[in-house]
């Protein structure tokens, strides 16, 4: 009898340890999964600033470029409206 309640303690971390075995096999494969799908995703995205002749490594700065460039442009478009006869006919 003696034998069976030593057994029991043992067999119950055991058993917590398959199930945390199971849950991390199943997390390392969800993670790998996804790993997977954002390596594809990074790739389309290359292949998408290739065919826009932007190497991945100069995606920042070509960034910043163009948000400088639509800064300039916006400004532009603001001193080409004629604001004063706007407020005068709001008036």
Do not use: C, F
């Not at 119950?12 to 096999?25: G, M, P, T």
């Not at 800064?71 to 532009?76: A, S």
């Amino acid at each position: 009898m003696q034998g069976t309640r030593e057994q029991a303690p043992y067999e119950e971390q055991i058993n917590h340890l398959k199930k945390a075995l199971r849950r991390s096999r199943d997390l390392r494969s969800r993670a790998l999964s996804q790993k997977e799908l954002l390596e594809q995703q990074r790739e389309k995205l290359y292949q998408k600033a290739a065919e826009y002749g932007v190497k991945p490594e100069e995606l920042g700065d070509k960034i910043a470029a163009l948000k400088e460039e639509m800064d300039r442009l916006l400004e532009e478009a603001r001193q080409l409206v004629p604001w004063d006869l706007l407020e005068k006919e709001r008036s």
